[in-house]
């Protein structure tokens, strides 16, 4: 395996909308301290903060808490690319036939995977890098409960997701996507310091609970251009009537519609290299 990088050694920067939420906290604070009476009016103010807090963290896409990737780059969308992630697994039955779909298109592809179902699937998960894609970090455990974890925990579930997928691949991801993209504030500080960055996406198919392709197809491909970031699931993926993921009946349309728009399927780690020309 590649030798560990440092942790980041810059600081973190706090988000404007965070240091706003310091200063209603102690504004707060001072006003029921000097003003007893008006104690209702802190209390509100301080509850408004928290419910906007959040809705940043509920809305996948937000930058309110920090840095979020929801674009390639501006050189990766002016070359004509598109990120395809694809999240949740890896997954013994898709996965294998997800690899084969992108091999007859010549596409490359991020896998976010659990790092539990790549520690049970270590061949499958090596398989995906010597294929010529990019294993990132999507959690340790994908806990439902991880948007709702302090620093401490997140700190863990997140190293230890770094070091379980750098073990098998022998490459230490680089990208980070929360399970079902929601966070908390608590969370940038901790990319920032493992570093890592937070990648949400453009447009989704919502596969894991839409069973009909075309419908999957429509979402992704409505307005498609350069630097977008697509979202489909090799892990938990819903299935048609007759039991077979929607995402395998999706993915060839999706391509040849890249293909056609004179789009290309490349890694995150390949795109976010703006400084290097495309590799053809």
Known sequence: ?????????????????????????????????VEPQAWSWAVAGVALNHAVLTAAGLWPRSRWLGANLVRLPAASAARGEVALTIDDGPDPEVTPQVL??????????????????????????????????????????????????????????????QQVLGDITGERPSCFRAPAGLRNPFLDPVLHRLGLTLVSWTRRGFDTREADASRVLARLTGGLRGGDILLLHDGHAARAAGGRPVVLDVLPSLLDTCRQAGLRCITLPQALQTAQPAVS
């Open 1 to 33: 395996m590649r030798p560990a990088p440092a942790l980041n050694a810059t600081s973190w920067t706090m988000p404007p909308l965070l240091r706003a939420s310091v200063g209603v906290h102690a504004l707060a604070a001072g006003v029921a301290a």
């Open 100 to 161: 084969e779909l992108l091999d007859a298109h010549g596409a490359r592809a991020t896998f976010f995977c659990i790092a539990q179902r790549a520690a049970a699937q270590p061949a499958l998960a090596r398989e995906i890098v010597a294929r010529g894609h990019s294993v990132q970090n999507h959690s340790h455990a994908h806990r439902h409960n991880f948007a709702l974890l302090g620093p401490r925990g997140f700190e863990r579930e997140i190293a230890r997701a």
